[in-house]
């Protein structure tokens, strides 16, 4: 791809790309060159000197040019009168590196001596003892003593939350702390978040941060697995476990699309005797979320262990819910689906599994009834044809591809592939980004185009000629202010473009929706489609993962409504039946992110009480209801999926566990150099191929798009950070999570009289809403913004409102 | 030399003031350059002058004003007027009384360089100079049509700011000036890429200091070959030097390059006070090599070449002479705090190397540190020696090493093992007998 250059590093020959890092050269030949500022994400700064080594080049008769060779004909080598630091030096061809003679061996005692006189010897409380780079290259390269008088030490502040002690996620150990700037680089250049930086100057110098609140950014834990001592920790973690307790389960994040590769680190209690889990790390896919994940997957996994969870079956008898006994409520369950007539609906949260959601439509088909998915975005199908092709890597595209994102706010969203496509543009890639209003990644966009809500199709076509002479084209569209119908137009109108450019079926092109849910592709994959014409009144409904009444959204009612769910919800509430549902970390499973990658999920902590995994419960069902056998456990499933749905066939749980070597180069063993993410040692998982990917005509289809509303609407918006019914479990984030708001532009704000944090009331389809007013900007003149799932009413889509002063 | 010619204010009164400076030919020769020269006709010019960087490195200007990358615009020019070391006092004497000749070296500068915007950064304390003399000279400028655009009805526009520091003696190095300039915190950058490739903004950036430009006006307004009537060959011009410490007449004179040290102590600053013996000389402030005042040195010429070769450096040649009185353990205890104060704690090695040595040499100032201590300072300054990121760790450990290896004893007579104590009394102390030393431990 690049040109190669050819180096020798303490006499071994090693070829890189042009351009590569000594440091990452010699990494390449397994020669750890040790480092504590470096880091292989992030441009180099030379600062901490750890990595000095001895360079020399080839001499070159000054009047000739020619290279000047020994007796033997080998090449003189002229060595540098000083150490240079091989995190900071590019290579070039004929370059001769030592690492291992006494200059650099003492030069690293001496800078590990320097560090180590004004580091605090608190390896035994601290959290990071165990798994610190500090400590391992201290063992490997540092003196066994110190000069330095103890009484001399510099004392700073130990506990200093970056925030207030009420919101703070990360907490900063001065004394610990070696000022190599990875957190702060990492915030400038990685998440484009300038919250943080330093304060001072010499050994005072110290991590501030200078945002409301603190550290105000969707990733500000990753600074804790790439900071290479104990001095950044989380508010969730720190004093929680010692590494070397903690267990390591592979996993996929299950909050959003990206399908972020995790490992979730369990300990087992010594109260309880159960595992737990400690905290949620991320788990190497440079071609999902490289190293990183987002701090709602890093910290909203407390539910897992809520203590408000469903433990036992239950059966309403008298009016009231009552716990039984599985054989009970499923013996009942099947004998009413045997008697529905074909009157049956399963509805379904793309929160769960594959094969939840395969085993249920089964289920359902089986006694002719209908499934549905619980979801408001269209397109599904559309992606199963013309999806991003194979071999697609956000961390590839860069110059001569064109990324468009349409009706999402991507960062709220899908942060890590915020994260992804920034990089992309600021690579070189063409970032176009459509919406109604103002997003963050406007600022990285080379064109920002503005639509009046109900528009977005229009805006769609009006990018034509923007995208014309792109080499790579990746449409992103999501459901910003849209329902089903309206969604489905513009994943049409995305898809048009696509095929008339002729951008399918090739890596880096294509088409990729940003979904609600995390498995909410696979859940069309299973067959399950959102919920068009609701069906009047089945006899039985069976709801999944999915709360209706909860969200106010319009539900059909049932005879008979079985719940298979975490939490009692508001839907659970009302059903005849509530079982208790397994969640992802208590068993095994795949996801498909909205990459069409399909990947595995293994199991890390026991289930509570009597809970089931989904797919379980429907397999048991259907047995009892005389479909056959239940089968045994996912992989079988999953087998069953290979075999029934046509994308997925040949893989397997065998196929999705492969990995294979990975660039950069961390962690394992090589925590020092990458921090503390996990190596990938559990699977990559596989990015099933569209039918453009496997060569088959696509075809372009006039998309049907529904009315414009007029005059004042209301807009549901998504927040990352919401009071879902999983992720409000977490409470170390509530600080984050806003009280109920709405944001109004300020020349509506002025018309009705209204300043910023004033009351109002918002009256959409009848319904009434009392909120605060936020008049920051955000929101164009004539819509008013109304971030959902924040304890107000849920909107469907963009509609006509009246507001008025409170 | 009876005429001076960077403080030529001492010489002609109310030369500051824009008229008188005008009357003496003042902007003739930034005219002449804009309206009948090329950048490159001057860039050559200053080249065979010859004349040399005064900040401290010595480096020849016109070539470094060649090395700004080709094709590549916008361009600057930064003025490195932060003149932060200690014991250096020119710049604000040439700013302040001799401010036209000094603009008008940076205009020149900038038209040799192609920039069309000229940055003076100053530090802090230099804030007066800023508001009361330099602002409003600016100000006349522009309203002159010696600043501004289309200049002399050509198409060279150009324009002077100042830029005030916060106080950081690591913003005279010429990398964290330009991150100062920027808003940011002020830390040396990794070099490559320099200044005149990637400087300021990223673009290509000519740094040079006060005293360096207001030689160019010189240059351009007589010849390079006038220029090089003073000084030597290789340090061809003449120099400010800031002449202080122990000295009846301190200040600035200006005299040839190759002027020998005694010719500037005794002739010039009339000789030490008390007529005592000068025990040491610091020719580039605190952050020399401390050499003791031997003969040798007394007569060594202070030009660039010179003084290299007796191990030291002239560097912006702040002359600090210090007579027999002086304990060298209490000034390297100076020069490292004030190093320890400055460190901007990027790297390693200055951030921590400069804590450590003031530890120890706090120790040894109070009379409790052992001689085995004195070598532990030796080998944390060698430690910290060539692993730094920018120069300030090298300077801080030049007077360090140096007062070690030349005076040593007076480091020795702090320490408890190394003192020469008066005889011991007759009856041996009922306390613990002092702990044996193992003679392999110590130093010495």
Known sequence: MTDLITLKIDDVEVQVPKGTLVVDAAKRINNDIPVFCYHPKLDPVGMCRMCLVEVGRPQRDR???????????????????????????????????????????????????????????????????????????????????????????????????????????????????????????????????????????????????????????????????????????????????????????????????????????????????????????????????????????????????????????????????????????????????????????????????????????????????????????????????????????????????????????????????????????????????????????????????????????????????????????????????????????????????????????????????????????????????????????????????????????????????????????????????????????????????????????????????????????????????????????????????????????????????????????????????????????????????????????????????????????????????????????????????????????????????????????????????????????????????????????????????????? | MGEHILLRHRDIPDIDKLDVYIQHGGYEAFKKVVTTMTPGQVIDEVKASGLRGRGGAGFPTGVKWSFLTKDSFPRYVTVNSDESEPGTFKDRELMEKNPHQFLEGVMITAYAARANVAYNYMRGEFWDIAVKILGPILADLRQRGILGKNLFGTDYSLDIFNHLGAGAYICGEETALLESIEGKLGQPRLRPPFPADKGLYNKPTVVNNTETLSNVTYIMQHSAAKFRENGTEKSPGTKVFCLSGHVNKPGNYELPLGVTLRTLIYEHGGGLPGDKKPKAVMLAGASSTVLATTDDILDMALDYESVAAKGAMLGSASVIVMDETVDAAWLTLKTTRFFKHESCGKCTPCREGTYWMLNVLERVNKNEAMKADVDLLNTVANQIQNKCLCPLGEFAIAPVLSSIKTFRADFDAHTKDGAKKPAPAAKPSAAKPPPKKDPASVGD
Not at chain 1, 112 to 117: A, G, K, Q, R
Not at chain 1, 298 to 324: E, T, V, W
Not at chain 1, 541 to 558: E, L, Q, R, T, Y
Not at chain 1, 742 to 760: F, H, Q, W, Y
């Open chain 1, 63 to 806: 009047a000739t040019g020619q290279l000047l060779t020994d007796e033997q004909g080998n090449p003189k080598i002229a060595y540098g009168a000083k150490l240079d630091t091989a995190c900071t030096l590019p290579v070039e061809p004929g370059m001769h590196i030592r690492t291992s003679t006494a200059d650099v061996t003492a030069a690293r005692k001496d800078v590990v001596e320097f560090i180590l006189t004004s580091h605090p010897l608190d390896c035994p409380i601290c959290d990071k003892g165990g798994e610190c780079p500090l400590q391992n290259l201290t063992m490997r390269h540092g003196p066994g003593t110190s000069r330095f008088i103890f009484g001399e030490k510099i004392h700073l502040d130990k506990r200093v939350p970056l925030g207030t002690p009420d919101n703070a996620l990360i907490y900063l150990d001065r004394e610990r702390c070696i000022q190599c700037a990875r957190c702060t680089r990492f915030s400038d250049e990685i998440a484009g978040d300038h919250v943080i930086g330093f304060y001072e100057r010499g050994r005072k110098l110290e991590i501030v941060t200078f945002s409301e609140p603190g550290f105000d950014s969707k990733f500000s834990g990753n600074t804790t697995d790439i900071c290479p001592v104990g001095a950044l920790t989380t508010a969730d973690f720190r004093f929680q476990a010692r590494p070397w307790e903690l267990r390591n389960s592979a996993s996929i994040c299950t909050h959003c699309p990206v399908g972020c590769n995790l490992h979730l680190n369990t300990r087992r209690s010594g109260l309880s005797g159960k595992f737990e889990i400690k905290r949620v790390m991320p788990r190497q896919n440079e071609q999902v979320n490289e190293i990183w994940i987002c701090d709602k997957g890093r910290f909203g996994h407390h539910y897992i262990s809520s203590p408000d969870r469903l433990l036992s079956p239950m059966i309403r008898k008298n009016g009231q819910l009552q716990d039984a006994t599985w054989d009970e409520v499923l013996d009942q369950v099947a004998a009413k689906l045997k008697n529905a007539g074909g009157s049956v609906l399963g509805l379904a949260g793309g929160r769960l599994s594959n094969e939840d959601l395969f085993s249920l439509n089964k289920l359902i088909i089986g006694f002719g009834g209908h499934t549905a998915l619980a979801s408001r975005l269209g397109g599904g199908d559309l992606i199963q044809k013309v999806g991003l092709g194979v071999g697609s890597n956000f961390g590839t595209m860069g110059k001569g591809t064109t990324i468009v994102v349409i009706a999402s706010d991507l960062e709220e969203e899908a942060p890590v592939w915020w994260l992804r496509v920034k990089q992309a543009a600021e690579r070189g890639a063409t970032l176009i980004a459509a919406n109604g209003r103002p997003t963050k990644l406007d600022r990285y966009a080379k064109q920002k185009v503005r639509y009046a809500y109900g528009d977005e199709v229009n805006a769609l076509d009006g990018l034509a000629s923007a995208v014309e002479k792109a080499d790579n084209l990746v449409i992103m569209y999501g459901g910003e202010g849209l329902d089903l119908a309206g969604s489905t137009a513009l994943a049409q109108a995305c898809a048009n473009l696509l095929i008339s450019t002729k951008h399918v079926g090739k890596p880096n092109n294509g088409l990729v929706a940003v979904w609600e849910r995390a498995n909410d592709q696979g859940a069309w994959d299973m067959g399950l489609r959102p919920m068009s014409e609701a069906m009047s009144k089945p006899a039985v409904m069976i709801v999944a993962a999915a709360d209706p009444a909860g969200d106010a959204v319009s539900m059909p009612k049932a005879d008979f409504t079985v719940v298979t769910e975490l939490f009692l919800t508001a839907t659970a509430k009302e059903a005849d039946v509530v079982l208790p549902a397994q969640t992802f970390a208590e068993r095994d499973g795949t996801l498909t992110s909205g990459e069409r990658r399909v990947q595995r999920y293994y199991p890390s902590v026991l289930p509570l009480g009597q809970c089931r995994a989904d797919w379980q419960i429907f397999q048991q069902i259907g047995e009892r209801a005389g479909q056959g056998k239940a089968k045994a456990g996912a992989a079988l499933v999953f087998a069953d999926i290979a075999r029934t749905v046509p994308q997925y066939a040949g893989l397997s749980y065998q196929s999705l566990a492969k990995v294979e070597k990975q660039l950069p180069d961390v962690g394992g063993l090589d925590l020092y150099y990458g921090g503390t993410a996990f190596e990938n040692t559990a699977g990559l998982g596989v990015q099933y191929a569209t039918s453009a990917d496997r060569g088959e005509a696509v075809s372009t289809a006039t998309p049907t798009v529904p009315a414009k509303p007029e005059g004042m609407v209301a807009v549901p918006t998504t927040l990352l950070y919401d009071r879902g019914t999983t992720f409000y479990r977490s409470y170390v984030m509530h600080p984050r999570i806003p009280m109920p708001f709405v944001e109004i532009n300020s020349a509506d704000a002025a018309k009705l009289n209204i300043i910023d944090g004033e009351t109002i009331m918002l009256s959409v389809n009848g319904t009434e809403v009392k909120a605060a007013a936020r008049v920051d900007g955000r929101a164009p003149e004539g819509a008013v913004l109304v971030p959902q799932s924040l304890g107000m009413t849920m909107l469907e889509k963009a509609s006509a409102a009246s507001v008025r002063k409170a």
